[in-house]
């Protein structure tokens, strides 16, 4: 521990017990800030996962946090001091200094205004401290240096922008010449949009092509192009040879990986730590996949360029450099549409290679390509028969099935993105996951995706429904949910399925099953009757189509028409299904496709509905297209029943048109991800061409 009583002074002083972090009283914070600058590292690493996890969860500013700045400014300014890079980042975090668009006068919607507050009043109190941030871009420390930097960006002017150039122009380190690059790129960004005046962007990109242009190391050159690239490409540079001679020369150099750091501690940061430790372990040259996702995102929708430089990279005859590509192709394809055939077999091939590390990343990214995955079908299928059975999900090459340290399993992501393509070969992995004491929670999704396909696990599955009762229901319902995408194959299972009614899941199953299921018909006539409408609705369906009887179900689903929003629209998605039948609904359809809802869906549902029921387009497709137009997430349950209008649809050519034309994946946001993201745009785009056709 530091012994200097003038450090932390007036600490205890404060009441931290009347103050609160994420979860209540702040009582800890002072074991913490003294643990910052403790001579342990390991001491260090528990208080900044403190910090991080308590005092600034999340990115969250409390009063705690607003109370810690003092010190931690204290302690920066402090060069004999420990711990002080992560300390100088920590207040860069406090600020959002890391994010372009931080702004002062822009408040989170869902924060509230005391959230705000505090929020506001990091950025002020990061910003007065200018003087200390701007003291330590001469700080021996590396570290402090690029954090200090990057602290300046709270609220950045030309004074700042001079600043950062001069240091770049002494700046010997190259992780920090690189750190002052890209914030020279991104202070170029704000004063092309306005936000930064005073300065003149063109000043700003200079540094960044003397540093592109001179005969320097490779990693700040790199860094250097990709902010080039997103302002403007540089005159008669070809961005990707360029980029690969430069990473060429990175890889080129010699870096033995950095010892472990020679102790653990039971925290997210260290758990992360060693994580990074393990990645690097054996590595002849610097990691660079942080550069190469830089570069590549950069490019934008650049996509062909992307591809092209991503596809040299895995083509590589190094295992790290086919490495590094891994997850920026991930990305790429997440988010842009393109061609990408070649790119994902190349990505398949490293699933053979003897690096565990390799072949573990190619497999990630293969789980949710969805149809995009079929050039590495063949790849992914040899994987599987050279894959151990299961496996700790830490443990080397992807296997069959993943356990986690509670004992939990899971399908590993080979099996789950063949199971996307429906290929075959990937059953008798299904089957032995199903077959063991715990079999993984989520094979049920996978047989489900292979539908029909599935059949011959069909008394397999019902095996599993009777003799492991205490399974986790997640388990059981994502068997239910298999047989009703097998569909009529599944109907040995009845009894089972009967079982579970009035549960919406099983009464789904029995609708997948049609005429064959005819034997629960009272049952779903007694269901029918729930108080409940989630277990009556998807009960009356499941009637009509094992029965075709529509008025046994007609008066279920007119009635529900007159309930909340959700009932309604659930109601008038059946109701489509009767078709004509439900001719008396049409009044109240007809009411409904004008109803007050922000979302779009109840409108759009009654609108599907009335076109089933009417054939009337002239009072329908308006509907449809509003819906769009008013809620983008609607897209694919819009297009999905344009092609039923055909040439009726003449007025949604444009909109198709446009999605065709979009390069970006629909709905995707910069800082979100979701695992269905591929697979539902792909299904849009087949929808749009279904649509186009159709209207011809």
């Known amino acids: 521990m530091i012994n200097d009583s003038s450090l932390f002074a007036g600490l205890d002083d404060v009441d931290w017990a009347a103050l609160h972090h994420a979860y209540g009283p702040a009582v800890e914070v002072p074991e913490l800030l003294r643990g910052l600058v403790d001579d342990d590292p390991a001491a260090r690493e528990t208080a900044l996962d403190g910090m991080y996890g308590a005092v600034h969860h999340q990115g969250d500013v409390y009063d705690s946090t607003l109370a810690t700045i003092p010190f931690l400014l204290d302690a920066a300014a402090r060069p004999q001091l420990p711990g002080r890079g992560p300390i100088v980042e920590l207040l860069g975090s406090y600020a959002g200094a890391e994010y372009d ?11 509230d205004e005391e959230e705000v507050a505090h929020q506001m009043a990091a950025r002020a109190a990061i910003a007065d401290a200018r003087p200390v941030f701007l003291a330590l871009l001469d700080d021996p420390d590396p570290q402090v240096r690029a954090a200090a930097a990057g602290a300046l960006m709270v609220r950045p002017d030309a004074g700042i922008s001079a600043a950062l150039s001069d240091r770049l122009a002494v700046e010997a380190d190259e992780d920090v010449r690189k750190a002052l690059l890209d914030l020279l ?18 000043g700003l990109l200079a540094p960044l092509v003397e540093t592109l242009t001179a005969d320097g190391p490779p990693q700040p050159r790199l860094a250097a192009l990709a902010q080039l690239v997103e302002a403007a490409e540089p005159p008669g ?69 992307r591809t092209r ?3 040299a990279l895995l083509d590589a005859p190094e295992w790290y450099r086919r490495h590094d590509a891994i997850a920026p192709v991930q990305r790429l394809v997440d988010g842009w549409r393109g061609p990408y055939r070649e790119l994902v077999a190349r990505l398949g091939e490293q699933l053979l290679d003897p690096e565990p590390r390799l072949a573990g990343a190619a497999a990630s990214s293969l789980r949710h390509l969805d149809v995009l995955a079929e050039p590495a079908a063949d790849a992914m299928v040899r994987a599987l028969d050279a894959a151990p059975r299961e496996a700790r999900h830490d443990r080397g090459a992807p296997p069959w099935v993943i356990r986690w340290g509670g004992g939990e399993a899971a399908l590993g992501p080979v099996p789950v993105a063949l199971a996307a393509l429906a290929d075959r070969r990937v059953l008798p992995v299904l089957r032995w996951a199903l077959e063991q004491d715990q079999p993984p929670e989520d094979v049920g999704q996978a047989v489900a995706a292979l539908g029909p396909a599935a059949a011959e696990l069909v008394p397999l599955i019902r095996d599993r429904l009777r003799d492991l009762p205490d399974a986790p229901e997640r388990f059981r319902s994502s068997l239910v949910y298999a047989l009703g995408r097998i569909g009529p194959a599944a109907a040995p299972c009845l009894p089972e399925l009967l079982a579970r009614l009035p549960d919406d899941g099983a009464a789904r199953a029995l609708a997948a099953l049609g005429p064959a299921a005819v034997d629960a018909v009272p049952a779903l006539r007694r269901a029918t009757g729930s108080d409940e409408w989630r277990q009556r609705l998807p009960a009356a369906s499941a009637l009509w189509q094992v029965t075709g009887d529509a008025e046994l179900v007609l008066p279920v689903l007119a009635r529900s028409l007159e ?19 439900a001719a008396g609904t049409a009044p109240r359809l007809r009411e409904l496709c004008a109803a007050a809802d922000s979302t779009g869906w109840l409108p759009l549902a009654a609108a599907v509905a009335l076109w089933r029921v009417t054939g009337d387009a002239a009072a329908t497709l308006p509907t449809l297209l509003s819906a769009w137009r008013a809620n983008s997430y609607t897209a694919r349950e819009v297009v999905r029943h344009l092609a039923e209008f055909g040439p009726l649809a003449a007025d949604a050519v444009p909109l198709l048109r446009a999605e065709l034309a979009r390069v970006r994946r629909h709905n995707v946001r910069e800082a979100t991800w979701t695992t269905d993201q591929v697979a539902a745009d792909e299904e849009l785009l087949r929808y749009c061409r279904a649509a186009l056709d159709a209207i011809g």
């Open 101 to 111: 668009d931080v702004d002062e006068d822009e408040d989170d919607e869902y924060a």
């Open 185 to 202: 790129g991104r202070l170029g960004r704000l004063a092309r949009t306005g936000r930064l005046t005073g300065v003149d962007p063109a």
């Open 237 to 305: 540079v070809d961005v990707v040879a360029t980029a690969l001679a430069l990473f060429d020369a990175l890889y080129a150099r010699e870096a033995p990986p950095p010892s472990p750091a020679g102790f653990t501690t039971d925290t997210l940061r260290g758990a992360v730590r060693q994580l990074g430790e393990r990645e690097l372990a054996g590595r002849p040259s610097p990691p660079a996949a942080p550069l190469v996702q830089q570069l590549s995102a950069a490019l934008g929708d650049r996509v062909g360029e």
């Open 309 to 311: 430089l991503l596809t």
């Open 563 to 581: 309930g909340t929003t959700f009932e309604a629209r659930d109601a008038a998605r059946g109701l489509a299904e009767l078709g004509p039948a």
